[in-house]
Antibody, heavy 119, light 107 residues
Framework: QVQLVQSGSELKKPGASVKVSCKAS????????MNWVRQAPGQGLEWMGW????????TYAQGFTGRFVFSFDTSVSTAYLQISSLKADDTAVYYC????????????WGQGTMVTVSS | DVVITQSPRSLPVTLGQPASISCRSS??????LNWFQQRPGQSPRRLIY???NRDSGVPARFSGSGSGTDFTLTISRVEAEDVGVYYC?????????FGQGTKVEIK
C-alpha cells in the first residue's frame, strides 16, 4: 500500500539545523510531487510548499523561504526537509503529504516528525 | 492568497445526530476542495476529494457537497470515533491554503 514514513523526533538548540526525511513506498516516487505541512503546537495545518519530484523544482510558501530547503533522492524514494538557523518558533510537527493537485492531492500523509527547538 | 473561512470552530454534537461544517473561499475553487480528519495524536487523513468524492475506506456517513466558493462536510450520524479536528484545503490556487479547523466533540 502507499505509505510515507518519516524520521523520528528531533531536539535541537537554537541556531542549529535539522533534516527531516520522508520515505515513500507503494508507488512510483516520481509520479507525484511531495508537500510539506507544518503544525505548531495546538495550532492548525499550514502548507509550507512542495517539490516537483520530476524536475526537482521546489515551491515555497510565504514565510518558508530562506531557511527551508526541500530536496529528494530518487534512488531511495525519499524526500527531505532541511531547516537551518532554527528558532524556538520552528517547534512544530512537520508532515510530508503526497501530491499537490488532482485526485491524489494530499491523499497520503506521513506520521509526522516533531521538531523541538530549545536551549 | 485564497482565504478559506471555516465554521464553526467548535462543534459539540450528540452521538447519533448529524453535524455539518462549512468552508467558504474568497475565490472560486470550482470543485477543488478536500476535507481532512485529524484525530487526537494522529496525522491528518483525507476523507473527501474534489468536493464530494469519498476516499476509499471512509464511512458512508461522511459526505461532501458544494462548488465554487461554498462547501460543506456532513456527518449524517456522529459516532464516538469521529471526534477530532476537521480541515478543508483548497487545491485550485497557489499557494494551497487550509481552513482554520473545526473541533468536533461529543456533548
Amino acid at each position: 500500500q502507499v505509505q510515507l514514513v518519516q524520521s523520528g523526533s528531533e531536539l535541537k538548540k537554537p541556531g542549529a539545523s535539522v533534516k527531516v526525511s520522508c520515505k515513500a513506498s507503494g508507488y512510483i516516487f516520481t509520479s507525484s510531487g511531495m508537500n510539506w505541512v507544518r503544525q505548531a503546537p495546538g495550532q492548525g495545518l499550514e502548507w509550507m510548499g512542495w517539490i516537483n519530484t520530476v524536475t526537482g523544482n521546489p515551491t515555497y510558501a510565504q514565510g518558508f523561504t530562506g531557511r527551508f530547503v526541500f530536496s529528494f533522492d530518487t534512488s531511495v524514494s525519499t524526500a527531505y526537509l532541511q531547516i537551518s538557523s532554527l528558532k524556538a518558533d520552528d517547534t512544530a510537527v512537520y508532515y510530508c503529504a503526497r501530491s499537490v493537485s488532482g485526485v491524489d492531492a494530499f491523499d497520503v500523509w506521513g506520521q509526522g516528525t516533531m521538531v523541538t527547538v530549545s536551549s | 492568497d485564497v482565504v478559506i473561512t471555516q465554521s464553526p470552530r467548535s462543534l459539540p454534537v450528540t452521538l447519533g445526530q448529524p453535524a455539518s461544517i462549512s468552508c467558504r473561499s474568497s475565490q472560486s475553487l470550482v470543485y477543488d476542495l478536500n476535507w481532512f480528519q485529524q484525530r487526537p495524536g494522529q496525522s491528518p487523513r483525507r476523507l473527501i476529494y474534489k468536493a464530494s468524492n469519498r476516499d476509499s475506506g471512509v464511512p458512508a456517513r461522511f459526505s461532501g457537497s458544494g462548488s465554487g466558493t461554498d462547501f460543506t462536510l456532513t456527518i449524517s450520524r456522529v459516532e464516538a470515533e469521529d471526534v477530532g479536528v476537521y480541515y478543508c484545503l483548497q487545491a485550485a490556487h497557489w499557494p494551497r491554503t487550509f481552513g482554520q479547523g473545526t473541533k468536533v466533540e461529543i456533548k
